[in-house]
C-alpha cells in the first residue's frame, strides 16, 4: 500500500522524485525489519532441533520440513490437498456468506423474520456449533456435502449478528433524507442502507473468514477425504511427524495468504468509504 | 416470564416441529430420535454419572488452558504495548499465527505431549492466547496519553501507571479478546475430544455416535451447546459488572 507510510496517511504526498525514492528505501527497510523475527524463529527452530535436546520426532528440523513441502508440492500432493480445503471452506463460506446477510436483513425487515430468526441467532452464536457435526455426518454422510455444511453454519452466524448490528447502526438523518427524496422501500435498501452498512457486513464476513478454515481442517480430521486437515491427521496416526509439521506449515501460510487477500479485498471494495484513507489494521 | 415465553417461541415451535417429525416418520428415527427419548437418555447418562465424569474432564481441560491463555496472552499483549522492542519482535509473529486454523494443532499438540490432557490443555492455550493479546495490545494502547501524563506527574510510579491507568482503559477491548477466546476454547475443546481423546463430552459424542445410541448423542450434542451458550452469558454478565463504573462515569 503506497498509501500507508509509518502508519501515517499521506496521500497529498507529491509522486516521483526524491520521496519517492526515500520512500521505496524506507519500505524496503521496513520490509526487512518485519522479516527479521520470522527468520530469527526459523534459525531458533533448526537449532533447537538439531541440538540433541529433543528427538526428531518431537521437533523435526525445519529443513527437513522445508524439504517434505517440496517434495510434496512436487508429486502434486500438496496442490490437490490445498484446493480440496479450499473448496471446501470456500463452498461454505461463500454459502454461509449469502444466507447469512440474507437472514441478517430479514430480521432488520421483516417484523416476522426478526420474531423467528433472532433467537435462535442470539442462542446459537455463542454454542460450539461443532458439536454438531456427529448429527450433520447422521444426515449428511461423510463426504463434502457434509463439510461444506458444517462449514456454512459456523460462517452464518457472525454474518447474521454483523448484518443486523450494522443496519441497524446506519444513520437515521441519511435514511429520511432517502425517504424525503422520494425512495422506494427497495431502493433505500439496496442504495441507501446496504452501502452504509456494508463496513460492518465486511467486518463479520471476515471475521468468519478463519472460522471457515478452522472448521474446514477440523471436519477433514474428523471424517477423512483428503485435503490439509485428512492428510496431517494421516501423517499423525503413521507417526510421521515431518509430515504433521510439514502440514501445519502448509496451512499457516494458505491461511495466512487467505487472511491478507481478504484485508486486500476490503480497501478495493471499500475504496469510497472514509476507513480506506486509514492504515490497515488485520 | 411470558415475555420471555415470547421471545423464545420460536424455539419451542422448532422443539414441536422436531417432535411431529418423528410422530409422523418424516425422517427415519436414527436421523432425528424422539426429543422424549432423548431427555430420558440425558437422564440416564446422569443418573450413570458418564455425563458429570465427562464433563468434569472436559472443564478442567477447557478451564486450565482458558485461564493460562489469558494470564499469559493478557499479560504479553499489555508488555507489548508498553515497551517497543518487544512489539517490533513479536508482532510480525503474531500477525502471522493469528490466521493460523488452529484445529491444524491438534496433531501437533498430539506429538507433542500425547493422547491425555496435557495436549488438550496445551492447544487450547496456544489456540486462545493471540486473541486475548490482540485484546490486551490494541486496549492498552488506546489508552489516553494525557492520562498517563497527568498520573506521572502526580508521581505515580510506571508500575502503579500500568495497573491504575492502563488496566482499567484496556480492559473493554481486553475483555472483548477474551470472549473471542472463550468461544475458540469450546471449539478447540469438542473438536480436540472428536479427534483425539479418551473422555471428556467431545469424546462421549464420538464414542456415543459410533455405537449407534443416537439418543444420547443428540443429548450430549444439546448439553454442550448449553454449557458454550451458558459460559458465554455468563461472561457477558462478568463483563457488565466489571464495566459498570464506565458506563457510571460516562452516563
Redesign the interface.
Same mark, same amino acid.
Given at each position: 500500500m503506497a498509501r500507508r507510510d509509518n502508519g501515517v496517511t499521506t496521500p497529498e504526498q507529491p509522486p516521483g522524485g526524491r520521496s519517492a525514492g526515500l520512500r521505496m528505501v524506507r519500505q524496503t527497510l521496513r520490509t526487512a525489519?518485519?522479516?527479521? #523475527?520470522?527468520v530469527a *524463529?526459523l534459525i531458533a527452530w533448526e537449532t533447537f532441533a538439531r541440538s540433541g535436546a529433543v528427538t526428531m %520426532?518431537?521437533l523435526p528440523p525445519a529443513s527437513a520440513v522445508a524439504e517434505r513441502i517440496w517434495a510434496d508440492a512436487a508429486a502434486g500432493d500438496l496442490w490437490r490437498n490445498i484446493l480440496t480445503t479450499m473448496y471446501r471452506a470456500f463452498s461454505g463460506f461463500l454459502l454461509g456468506s449469502l444466507i447469512g446477510v440474507a437472514i441478517g436483513i430479514g430480521i432488520s425487515r421483516n417484523a416476522l423474520a426478526r /420474531?423467528?430468526?433472532? #433467537?435462535?441467532i442470539s442462542?446459537g452464536? !455463542?454454542? #460450539?456449533?461443532?458439536?454438531?457435526? !456427529?448429527?450433520i455426518? *447422521? /444426515?449428511l454422510g461423510v463426504f463434502d456435502v457434509s463439510k461444506i455444511a458444517m462449514v456454512t453454519i459456523e460462517v452464518l452466524f457472525p454474518v447474521v449478528t454483523a448484518t443486523v448490528i450494522g443496519l441497524q447502526g446506519v444513520n437515521r438523518s441519511v435514511i429520511w433524507s432517502a425517504r424525503n427524496l422520494g425512495a422506494s422501500q427497495r431502493q433505500l435498501l439496496w442504495h441507501v442502507m446496504i452501502p452504509a452498512a456494508f463496513p460492518q457486513i465486511f467486518t463479520g464476513i471476515q471475521v468468519a473468514l #478463519?472460522i471457515a *478454515?478452522?472448521?474446514?481442517? %477440523?471436519t477433514e =480430521?474428523?471424517m477423512g477425504g483428503y485435503g490439509?486437515?485428512a492428510s =496431517?491427521?494421516s501423517?499423525?496416526r503413521l507417526a510421521d511427524?515431518r509430515g504433521?509439521?510439514a502440514?501445519?506449515v502448509a496451512?499457516?501460510l494458505v491461511?495466512?495468504c487467505?487472511?491478507k487477500l481478504m484485508g486486500l479485498l476490503r480497501r478495493r471494495v471499500l475504496i469510497w468509504h472514509a476507513e480506506a484513507v486509514m492504515p490497515s489494521t488485520v | 416470564m411470558s415475555k420471555l415465553l415470547a421471545r423464545y417461541s420460536p424455539l419451542l415451535l422448532l422443539a414441536v416441529l422436531w417432535q411431529l417429525a418423528w410422530y409422523f416418520e418424516m425422517v427415519s428415527s436414527t436421523a432425528l430420535p424422539s426429543l422424549v427419548d432423548v431427555a430420558s437418555a440425558w437422564v440416564d447418562l446422569l443418573r450413570s454419572g458418564e455425563l458429570l465424569r465427562n464433563a468434569a474432564a472436559s472443564l478442567y481441560r477447557g478451564g486450565a488452558g482458558f485461564l493460562l491463555a489469558v494470564v499469559v496472552g493478557g499479560a504479553l499483549g499489555m508488555i507489548m504495548a508498553w515497551w517497543r522492542p518487544l512489539n517490533l519482535m513479536l508482532s510480525p509473529l503474531v500477525e502471522i499465527f493469528y490466521p493460523l486454523p488452529k484445529t491444524a494443532l491438534i496433531p501437533v499438540t498430539v506429538i507433542w505431549l500425547g493422547f491425555g490432557d496435557a495436549s488438550k490443555i496445551l492447544l487450547i492455550f496456544l489456540g486462545c492466547m493471540l486473541p486475548v493479546t490482540i485484546g490486551a495490545f490494541n486496549g492498552s494502547r488506546s489508552t489516553e496519553q494525557v492520562m498517563v501524563w497527568s498520573a506521572r506527574s502526580m508521581g505515580a510510579s510506571r508500575l502503579r501507571i500500568l495497573r491504575d491507568v492502563v488496566l482499567p482503559s484496556a480492559m473493554p477491548e481486553l475483555l472483548n479478546g477474551i470472549r473471542t477466546a472463550l468461544a475458540l476454547a469450546f471449539i478447540l475443546l469438542v473438536t480436540s475430544e472428536l479427534v483425539v481423546a479418551r473422555e471428556g463430552l467431545g469424546n462421549l459424542i464420538g464414542y456415543l455416535g459410533s455405537n449407534g445410541s443416537y439418543e444420547a448423542m443428540y443429548s450430549v450434542v444439546l448439553t454442550v451447546a448449553f454449557l458454550g451458550f451458558a459460559a458465554d452469558r455468563i461472561y457477558q454478565y462478568f463483563m457488565r459488572w466489571i464495566l459498570a463504573w464506565r458506563d457510571a462515569t460516562t452516563g
Open positions: 525489519a518485519y522479516g527479521l #523475527p520470522v *524463529l %520426532f518431537i /420474531w423467528f430468526f433472532d #433467537p435462535i442462542i452464536f !455463542p454454542m #460450539p456449533k461443532v458439536a454438531f457435526l !456427529p448429527v455426518i *447422521l /444426515w #478463519p *478454515l478452522i472448521v474446514a481442517v %477440523f =480430521m474428523a490439509l486437515g =496431517m491427521m501423517a499423525s511427524s504433521v509439521f502440514g501445519i496451512i499457516a491461511g495466512y487467505v487472511v | -
